[in-house]
């Protein structure tokens, strides 16, 4: 759980103001990303309304959203359920082989699912969802969603598994943004 709230806050702290006021706090930290409500509408797709509805349906969604058969794929779906500076973190190794955490982002994201998706069928699948909510203010809740491995053809894998994921949401605008990804 210590590791679970220590994401939490890393991504509270990374994340944008999502709020529908100009962002005036001249002794806090100024944030490297702020969008009003107005902003996301303009920015971001609109989901659907059952993507969006609750952390659970977000989630699923979201490994939906990358699954589909070899060919074009269509990442509009994906973009719809993120905010725009979303962050995609997971463990691996590098060359010479010390561990290392690595960020990726929604367009660099995008861009390896159009590789999985042209050299073949990319399928994930998800369980045992668990959803902690915490209610850091009272215009927005912040939901930390962990859950089991998701899979996909392990030929095609271009990012390490892992057993346990965690997806960090905020509701806001009267619905679920994904705010941070870790596998």
Not at 3 to 32: F, K, R, V, W
Not at 71 to 100: H, I, M
Not at 150 to 175: E, H, M, Q
Request: charged share 15%; aromatic share 8%; proline share 9%.
């Amino acid at each position: 759980m210590k590791t679970i709230l220590s994401l939490l806050i890393t991504a509270i702290g990374l994340s944008p103001s999502i709020s529908a006021q100009e962002h005036n706090q001249p002794d806090g930290p100024t944030p490297t990303f702020s969008y009003t409500v107005v902003q996301l509408r303009k920015t971001v797709p609109d989901p659907s309304p059952a993507d969006v509805s609750s952390p659970e349906a977000i989630v699923n969604a979201l490994h939906e959203a990358v699954s589909g058969p070899q060919g074009r794929w269509n990442p509009e779906r994906l973009r719809s359920l993120c905010v725009p500076n979303v962050q995609f973190e997971y463990t691996d190794k590098a060359k010479d082989g010390t561990a290392r955490l690595s960020t990726i982002t929604l367009d660099d994201l995008i861009g390896e699912f159009a590789k999985l998706h042209q050299a073949g069928p990319w399928y994930e699948s998800i369980g045992n969802i668990s959803v902690t909510n915490l209610k850091p203010a009272a215009d927005s809740i912040v939901a930390v969603v962990t859950y089991s491995e998701a899979s996909g053809p392990s030929k095609l894998n271009r990012f390490p598994s892992s057993p346990a994921l965690v997806t960090t949401l905020i509701y806001a605008d009267k619905r679920w943004w994904i705010v941070s990804h870790v596998w």
